[in-house]
């Protein structure tokens, strides 16, 4: 059964910090995608990552791929309010994708 | 807009009662997924259908069922309600498996 957990579950910071959300697995993945969503609505994509080691950069926030598909990190420099949600991985299953259980992160202006 | 459409978007009903979820996926999708969020829960993998055929169910009660018509809109329906069965309920969709989703807003179902 492939898993992909989280950390951390919680995250409460300052406007300005910086911060990093991971996402583990024992399994490989074709691909990762990252998802925010903001209560009361769907999630968002905002990355897919598909090649091991890959980097990928969202304005202030910058996405990597473990070098063996496994696991993955956001990492957001000078956080912002507007950066508050449930952040959600996602990896490339066969007929579905598998989902973390999501990091909620509140930025305090 | 997401280019997927939710109805409706809030849903009142009684325990024991039936509802029916609708999804309109966005253009050129063909695969349909269904989600379920608890308060302050992850996303519970429901059910996929691909082009109309059933691809693959995840933790989707006996009570629950859906279906995807030729036109590729699907529908999701609850009966027996329980007041456990009190959630958010999303579709998502897709041009294939394995990538990027697009979801709708939601359904917020109450049970009373």
């Known amino acids: 059964t492939q898993l992909l957990e989280q950390s951390p579950q919680f995250l409460s910071i300052q406007e300005g910090e910086n911060l990093t959300v991971y996402c583990n697995s024992s399994s490989v993945f074709s691909s990762l995608q990252w998802y925010r969503q903001e209560p009361g609505e769907g999630p968002v994509l905002l990355v897919t990552?598909?090649?091991g080691g890959e980097v990928k950069k969202l304005k202030r926030l910058t996405f990597q791929f473990g070098d063996a598909r496994k696991d993955s990190s956001l990492h957001i420099t000078a956080a912002q309010p507007g950066d508050t949600g449930l952040y959600l991985c996602?990896?490339?299953?066969?007929?579905?994708?598998?989902w973390g259980a999501g990091t909620k992160l509140i930025i305090k202006p | 807009d997401s280019g997927v459409t939710q109805t409706p978007k809030h849903l009142i009903t009684a325990t024991g009662q039936r509802v029916t979820l609708r999804c309109s996926p966005r253009s050129g999708d063909l695969s349909v997924y269904w989600y379920q969020q608890s308060l302050d829960q992850g996303l519970q993998f429901l059910i996929h259908?691909?082009?109309?055929?059933?691809?693959a169910k995840g933790n989707i009660l006996e009570r629950f069922s859906a279906q995807q018509f030729p036109d590729l809109h699907s529908e999701l329906n609850l009966s027996s309600l329980e007041l456990g069965d009190s959630a958010l309920y999303f579709c998502?969709?897709?041009?294939?498996?394995?990538?990027?989703?697009?979801f709708g807003s939601g359904t917020r179902l109450t049970v009373v």
């Open positions: 996602a990896g490339g299953g066969n007929y579905q994708l598998i």
């Open positions: 259908y691909y082009n109309g055929e059933e691809r």
């Open positions: 998502a969709s897709s041009v294939g498996t394995g990538v990027g989703y697009t």
């Open positions: 990552v598909v090649t």
